[in-house]
C-alpha cells in the first residue's frame, strides 16, 4: 500500500506562480512513477505531468509544456509541481497519483490506469 497527500494548492492571479507538493509513504520502494491529473468543474480529469521515478523520464501536456515542471526527491518521496504563468484554464482540483507496477511505469504515463494510489486532492483557482 501507498499513500499520497497533496499540499500547496491555492488562489493566485493570472502570470503567477504555485508549487504542489505530494507527500508518499508506506511501500514507496516499489513506486516507480508517480503524476499530477487534475480536474475541473464539469471536465473530465486530465494528466498535466507525470514521472518514471527510476529513469526520470518525463511527460507533460501539451497544455503545460513550457510552464510547468515536475520532480521527484526519491530521499524525501517527495513529489513537486512547479507551477509557471498559470492561467484561468489551469483552476482545478490537482490530484497526485502512484504506480507500482514497473510494466505500466514504461508505457503511458499520463494514462489514469497506470496509477493504482490517488491523494484526496488540493485546489488552485487562477483569477483574471
Known amino acids: 500500500q501507498v499513500q499520497v497527500v497533496e499540499s500547496g494548492g491555492g488562489s493566485v492571479q493570472a502570470g503567477g506562480s504555485l508549487t504542489l507538493s505530494c507527500a508518499a509513504s508506506?511501500?514507496?520502494?516499489?513506486?516507480?512513477?508517480m503524476g499530477w491529473f487534475r480536474q475541473a468543474p464539469g471536465k473530465e480529469r486530465e494528466g498535466v505531468a507525470a514521472i518514471n521515478t527510476i529513469s526520470g523520464s518525463t511527460s507533460y501536456a501539451d497544455s503545460v509544456k513550457g510552464r510547468f515542471t515536475i520532480s521527484r526527491d526519491n530521499a524525501k518521496n517527495t513529489l513537486v509541481l512547479q507551477m509557471n504563468s498559470l492561467k484561468p484554464d489551469d483552476t482545478a482540483m490537482y490530484y497526485c497519483?502512484?504506480?507500482?507496477?514497473?510494466?505500466?511505469?514504461?508505457?503511458?504515463?499520463?494514462?489514469?490506469?497506470?496509477?493504482?494510489?490517488w491523494g484526496q486532492g488540493t485546489p488552485v483557482t487562477v483569477s483574471s
Open positions: 497519483a502512484a504506480g507500482t507496477h514497473w510494466s505500466l511505469c514504461t508505457g503511458n504515463l499520463m494514462s489514469f490506469g497506470t496509477y493504482g494510489y
Open positions: 508506506g511501500y514507496t520502494y516499489s513506486t516507480y512513477c
